[in-house]
């Protein structure tokens, strides 16, 4: 069967070579027996870009219980066959009953117009189709409600355009994760959630466009870990019974329309480790009790109309923290310059913020960040080299739009994106490191000729594609070292003095 299997694909990469029958096939790549019999028991298939039709003729391997064939390029599957030989041979149900975990997730130029095949994988335990095309299957939802034994469904990016809002009833007893994230469902949260399984551990209907209020039937689900509702259409309050979820460890409400205070309750949370309620309506101050999640890692709170002080009593408790998300904030800083923070971050976004006018001195004892986006935040002050060196190595800077002074003519950049547009930077050019890709100095007060960037002591290509260092002060004729630029998209040098 498996040979049947190989001669029926394309194999651009060759990466099936060890089928042969010149060998055991439990030796070939991907194939896996059980030690005992010596049948094949699973086939892991994933990311060897195998295209063309997919025959099915792997189930006839009657011992099969994992196949997984991810992150290929199938083109189509002919379901159609595979029925019509289960309803002529009832041999053949059997054969489909024995697999339990099905994955062939992210095949995007496979499209499936219905799921009538599901049911015969009776078996089924774990079941993703994510990223290939659902749009025309318009009752996915009770065909794979027909697997009794489903504990894992993965319907992300599907194109999915309903979600049966007004079916109330589903046979999901035994789901433990829910993933129909990513799809064009327009609608109200379903019924049908009161009734499935209460032990569903992971929820996600993120990026879609449900509307309403949080309902309460989550409540049902007493084991959540996981729960993303962000980037939908949902309104009303955060409600105060979200605190109940005492094994919560992931809540993401961000990118909805919810309005009011973040509740007190949300300090029960005691394993939630990310947080995010970033860009809804909220307002009010935060909760004393949200500094109490002492296992959070992941913090964001940015684009609402909250307020109020954040001080360093604030994040006494929380040394876990890696992110920090505050842009579009009015709260108040009170830390003091010798405030060493109990954690170590990777990231922190504190745009459009009053954070100015000096450089946050606290920043200075982060040792691991990689993101740091701190633009227009009313920084007012001269860059010595401590802070240039410092804030130059960061991977992924923002400090535009701020009033910041200072000379980089003796600084090497080593930031892969640096943005620096619209302060009040002068002298000469700095230095580019090959890992640059993004570089943003527009608006500024740099002189000089820009060989001093483009030409100097070049050694290697550099990776930079985008240059904009228009509206300054560069003098000079264009240079003739382009050829160390070979990454170059945009490049943007208007008003200046050449």
């Given at each position: 069967m498996l040979s049947i299997f190989k001669q029926s694909i394309e194999d651009p990469g060759n990466t099936l070579s060890s089928w042969s029958t010149e060998q055991d096939c439990c030796k070939w790549s991907g194939v896996h027996c059980n030690n005992i019999t010596g049948r094949v028991t699973s086939l892991q298939l994933q990311d060897y870009y195998l295209r063309g039709e997919f025959n099915f003729s792997l189930l006839d391997l009657k011992f099969l219980t994992y196949l997984d064939l991810r992150w290929n390029e199938f083109e189509f599957i002919d379901f159609e066959s595979i029925l019509a030989s289960s309803e002529n041979q009832n041999s053949h149900k059997v054969k489909f009953s024995n697999l339990i975990y099905l994955d062939l997730s992210y095949n995007f130029d496979l499209q499936m117009d219905n799921l009538r095949w599901v049911p015969h994988l009776s078996s089924l335990k774990y079941l993703s189709l994510s990223g290939i095309d659902l749009s025309n299957a318009t009752l996915w939802l009770q065909r794979v409600t027909m697997l009794p034994s489903l504990m894992e469904l993965q319907l992300h990016?599907?194109?999915?355009?309903?979600?049966?809002?007004?079916?109330?009833?589903?046979?999901?007893?035994?789901?433990?994760?829910?993933?129909?994230?990513?799809?064009?469902?327009?609608?109200?949260?379903?019924?049908?959630?009161?009734?499935?399984?209460?032990?569903?551990?992971?929820?996600?209907?993120?990026?879609?466009?449900?509307?309403?209020?949080?309902?309460?039937?989550?409540?049902?689900?007493?084991?959540?870990?996981?729960?993303?509702?962000?980037?939908?259409?949902?309104?009303?309050?955060?409600?105060?019974?979200?605190?109940?979820?005492?094994?919560?460890?992931?809540?993401?409400?961000?990118?909805?329309?919810?309005?009011?205070p973040i509740p007190a309750t949300i300090g029960n949370l005691s394993s939630l480790t990310y947080l995010h309620v970033d860009s809804n309506r909220l307002n009010g101050s935060l909760p004393m009790d949200l500094w109490q999640l002492s296992k959070l890692e992941i913090l964001g709170i940015g684009y609402n109309s909250i307020s109020g002080n954040l001080s360093e009593q604030?994040?006494?408790?929380?040394?876990?923290?890696?992110?920090?998300?505050?842009?579009?904030?009015?709260?108040?800083?009170?830390?003091?310059?010798?405030?060493?923070?109990?954690?170590?971050?990777?990231?922190?976004?504190?745009?459009?913020?009053?954070?100015?006018?000096?450089?946050p001195s606290w920043l200075y004892t982060q040792r691991k960040l990689y993101f740091l986006d701190i633009s227009s935040s009313g920084l007012s002050f001269n860059g010595d080299s401590k802070f240039w060196s410092f804030v130059t190595q960061i991977e992924e800077l923002d400090l535009s739009n701020n009033s910041i002074s200072g000379d980089l003519s003796t600084t090497l950049i080593t930031s892969r994106d640096i943005d620096l547009h619209s302060n009040k930077i002068g002298g000469f050019l700095p230095r580019l490191s090959p890992k640059v890709s993004f570089f943003n100095i527009a608006n500024n007060s740099f002189s000089g000729p820009i060989y001093t960037l483009l030409c100097q002591n070049i050694t290697e290509e550099h990776g930079l594609d985008t240059l904009v260092m228009s509206h300054n002060l560069l003098f000079g004729e264009l240079p003739d070292c382009w050829m160390h630029w070979p990454s170059l998209m945009s490049v943007n040098l208007e008003s200046n003095k050449m």
């Open positions: 990016d599907c194109s999915l355009n309903g979600i049966s809002s007004s079916l109330w009833y589903v046979n999901f007893t035994s789901l433990t994760l829910l993933d129909i994230s990513s799809n064009n469902i327009n609608s109200e949260m379903p019924k049908w959630l009161s009734n499935i399984s209460h032990v569903v551990s992971h929820l996600d209907f993120s990026h879609n466009k449900l509307r309403g209020q949080i309902p309460a039937t989550l409540l049902n689900f007493q084991q959540l870990k996981y729960l993303n509702l962000g980037d939908n259409h949902l309104n009303g309050s955060i409600p105060k019974w979200i605190g109940q979820f005492k094994y919560l460890e992931h809540l993401d409400l961000s990118n909805n329309m919810l309005y009011g604030s994040f006494t408790k929380l040394s876990n923290l890696k992110a920090l998300t505050l842009d579009f904030s009015d709260f108040n800083f009170n830390f003091g310059t010798h405030w060493e923070p109990p954690f170590q971050l990777d990231e922190i976004s504190m745009s459009n913020c009053k954070v100015g006018p000096e450089f």
